[in-house]
């Protein structure tokens, strides 16, 4: 899926801003063929939960509408025209002028629709009507149940399978963007490259429909100066004295693809690309060749009041803020973040390890699950695999040119020991690894629960990822056990699978900023510099282990619960951005960290 830009031949719109918005009511429901009757407004994109403020709505479970206006000149009516929403979390039926023209599930992926039929010169209505319902047959997973009152309201009760609010809405843009009537669909990058001679034949895959003869593909260097040229729909384009795209040093070409009919220029487009090479040997995580040792976070997009809605301004900062503390990755934990993220990580050089909406898939999740038991059923329980299919058909289709993304995260914390855990893996490993034209390396993230005794389907993965927390659910306040365990768990996965390489995407201590002891006290800010001064002397042992995303990033809002004080506070950052001690200590040891041959 191509992101909406605009050139020659295309145009796009925004719709954002502020919509009518309306919590639906089961015994009157809205009829999208006449305008929305409400009062209220929301702004978009963002998640309208704390917009909301009251209760009703910022817990509200099922339906809303969104709606608003727009305009159409009336020149471009003879296009393709796309409706194109980039997140609707989590179910949307879409209706323009009242006429439903898509629906989809699956809250953090954009979809579209060709609208030219249904509209007309003058003002448009768009109207979305929206559920943030996650179930055992969505991803995320949610626990989901629902009672008719008997005067015909339907209770809904909904609990997050997982460790995040269910923040929901039209959290991402809302843009028309027009095309030709013949266009170009997709585009797929790949490439051959010579490490040694800095050469690299770049195969530019070409979807495009209609009527046309020929694709013109003109490779530009980052001064738009051509380097290259190839024609038709599988173009190989060699070139040569090529700049690498590196970690922290980014560098961006262009593909320009052309559709021509006989001499016309019908339709074009540009997509940045960036060339580097991805592998896993000998238990190392080579990028460009070299060695890398992954320094980072596990994140969240989730910002005051805009909740998990796109906010640009703190995308830029936090890689700001990574930069500042000489870390150079993150997770997009625990699902596909916005594409504008990823496109600036493409520009600013951070690695991303893509994770798609897989989390919660795992029996009655609950944070505190070291004190709880493993899960029996999850596997005859959740019915997850036509979900989790598209979920990365979805992800791997919209990220797969994106130099940034070295590594696909298909899940994260599943049962992966419970019966059933090995074929539903076996499964979503084999259907996935065929869908990325890159072959980058797969991975899933291990649940401490789920350790390597009782886990099932490592020997799956590419690299070893682990949640880790000895010396917070596990081991409480007692850092001498902590680091035993610590070290026996890692000895442990090595001696399982001595070829991995292994890295922590997970381990962190809830620290709520302000607090101090000299002891060693849970949520001080002292036991937080503790904690991952242990587990970085641990990790500085082995040469096999490739890397550490602490947990987490910036503290994030959670569902409501004893276990959480006002959220997650395990960020090395408050949710304002103010680092916390633990970010000066983790800085101090990362900008001595290089990010190549740490481990030689
Ligand atoms: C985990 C989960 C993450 C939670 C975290 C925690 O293992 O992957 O979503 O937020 O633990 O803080 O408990």
């Given at each position: 899926m191509l992101y909406p830009i605009s050139t020659k031949t295309r145009t796009v719109q925004d719709l954002n801003g502020i919509w009518k918005f309306k919590l639906e009511d089961d015994r009157a429901p809205n009829d999208v063929s006449t305008p929305l009757e409400t009062d209220r407004h929301m702004f978009v994109p963002g998640s309208f939960n704390d917009q909301g403020v009251t209760r009703d709505i910022r817990m509200h479970v099922g339906y809303v509408w969104y709606e608003r206006e727009f305009v159409i000149p009336d020149f471009l009516l003879n296009q393709r025209v796309v409706l194109r929403l980039d997140a609707a979390t989590h179910e949307a039926d879409v209706y323009v002028n009242g006429k439903f023209v898509v629906r989809h599930k699956g809250g953090y992926i954009p979809f579209e629709a060709e609208i030219q039929d249904v509209i007309h010169p003058g003002k448009n209505r768009v109207s979305v009507k929206l559920s943030n319902r996650i179930d055992y047959t969505s991803l995320p997973v949610g626990n989901y149940s629902e009672t008719k009152m008997e005067d015909g309201r339907i209770v809904r009760k909904l609990s997050e399978n997982f460790d995040f609010f269910n923040y929901a809405g039209l959290n991402r843009y809302v843009r028309i963007y027009t095309t030709p009537?013949?266009?170009?669909?997709d585009i797929a990058i790949s490439y051959d490259v010579d490490l040694a001679a800095l050469s690299a034949d770049v195969k530019v895959a070409t979807c495009a429909k209609g009527d046309f003869d020929n694709v013109k593909v003109t490779i530009l260097d980052a001064n738009d100066s051509v380097v290259g040229k190839g024609e038709g729909e599988n173009a190989i384009v060699s070139l040569k004295d090529i700049k690498l795209w590196q970690p922290l040093n980014a560098y961006l070409y262009k593909a320009r693809v052309e559709l021509y009919k006989a001499d016309e220029l019908i339709d074009v487009y540009e997509e940045e690309f960036g060339i580097r090479t991805v592998e896993v040997k000998n238990s190392q995580f080579l990028i460009n060749g070299k060695p890398f040792y992954f320094k980072g976070y596990g994140k969240h997009e989730d910002t005051y009041i805009n909740g998990r809605g796109i906010n640009e301004a703190y995308n830029v900062a936090d890689i700001n803020l990574m930069r500042w503390m000489g870390a150079n990755s993150f997770r997009t934990s625990h699902y596909p973040y916005s594409e504008e993220m990823m496109r600036l990580c493409d520009r600013e050089g951070i690695v991303v390890i893509d994770e798609c909406a897989a989390v919660g898939m795992f029996e009655g999740f609950s944070v505190d699950s070291a004190s709880g038991m493993a899960a029996k059923s999850t596997w005859s329980v959740l019915n997850t695999k036509e979900a989790h299919e598209q979920a990365m058909y979805e992800l791997i289709k919209r990220d797969k040119n994106h130099a940034c993304v070295v590594m696909w995260s298909v899940m994260n914390e599943p049962d992966s020991a419970g019966p059933g855990a090995r074929e539903y893996f076996e499964h979503i490993f084999e259907y996935s690894r065929k869908l990325d034209p890159q072959n980058r390396p797969f991975t899933y993230v291990n649940f401490q629960i789920c350790g390597v005794d009782k886990d099932v389907c490592t020997d799956l993965v590419d690299v070893i990822c682990l949640n880790r927390y000895f010396g917070w659910y596990w081991d409480t306040a007692d850092f001498a056990s902590a680091e035993k365990h610590l070290i026996e768990d890692l000895e442990k996965w090595h001696e399982k699978y001595p070829d991995k390489p292994i890295m922590f995407c997970e381990y962190g201590a809830d620290t709520v900023a302000g607090l101090h002891a000299v002891d060693d006290i849970p949520f001080t800010e002292d036991y937080q510099v503790k904690y991952y001064e242990i587990n970085s002397r641990v990790f500085d042992r082995y040469d096999f282990f490739i890397g550490e995303q602490v947990w987490n990033f910036a503290d994030f809002e959670t569902k409501t619960g004893i276990n959480r004080v006002q959220g997650n506070k395990k960020g090395v950052f408050t949710r304002a951005r103010e680092p916390k001690a633990a970010a000066r200590l983790l800085r101090d040891r990362w900008l001595n960290i290089p990010d190549f041959d740490y481990k030689k």
């Open positions: 009537k013949s266009y170009l669909e």
